[in-house]
């Protein structure tokens, strides 16, 4: 798993209007070439009477699945730009679909490469950005008497609270990156003292908005 990656924040769309044609935008995650095949054909059926719904994905921790598709639009002017995008952003589980009405006026293969790399783009700054990094779910239990300075401590440290549980006594569960575990062990003991008991919980993915 890898420790920390780029990718979209949630589905959305955005649209915009040249020279007369519209150049609708749909964004989404994908963690599988399913998955982004499956919101292909939704967007083709939603715009089915459409002139072009273009795609591009990308997904794998390495990027191991890259597609382009130009949907009818000249080779290389619809699909690729699309995807040069997702990579320019290091984005990773992405799918985009451009949808395309055509108003009447021909763009020519530079107009086109601009036009679907730029909805792209603009598709992506209006839904957001997020970076997930891994971190571990740490269970640190305490004597109520350490309650205050333990918490106090982790508020205001670069680690944040998931839960605190008020039991016989106080269990801490935290969320701590995977590289700094050992470090947040050793923190935790010096702050009390060694009058802690520490444990490792399950792995998962925080998402902080990055744009």
């Not at 924040?9 to 935008?25: C, L």
């Not at 679907?116 to 992506?124: C, F, M, N, Q, R």
């Not at 971190?135 to 508020?155: N, S």
């Amino acid at each position: 798993m890898l420790s920390r990656y780029f990718t979209v924040k949630e589905y959305g769309e955005h649209e915009i209007i040249i020279q007369k044609s519209r150049f609708i935008a749909q964004i989404k995650r994908a963690e599988t070439e399913t998955e982004a095949q499956a919101f292909i054909q939704e967007v083709k059926k939603k715009h089915w009477n459409a002139t072009h719904n273009c795609s591009a994905y990308l997904i794998g921790e390495h990027d191991q699945i890259q597609k382009a598709n130009d949907d009818g639009e000249p080779g290389g002017t619809a699909g690729v730009p699309m995807l040069e995008v997702l990579k320019k952003r290091n984005l990773k589980d992405t799918v985009v679909v451009v949808t395309r009405y055509f108003g009447g006026i021909k763009l020519g293969a530079g107009g086109l490469i601009r036009a679907y790399g730029k909805a792209t783009s603009e598709g992506l700054d209006t839904i957001g950005i997020v970076e997930r990094i891994l971190k571990q779910v740490i269970h640190t239990t305490i004597d109520y008497t350490w309650l205050g300075k333990i918490e106090k401590e982790l508020r205001v440290s670069e680690h944040k609270i998931k839960e605190i549980h008020y039991l016989d006594k106080v269990e801490i569960e935290t969320y701590v990156d995977e590289s700094l575990v050992p470090s947040f062990r050793e923190w935790m003991i010096e702050l009390t003292n060694g009058q802690c008991t520490i444990r490792q919980g399950e792995t998962v993915y925080l998402e902080e908005n990055v744009g």
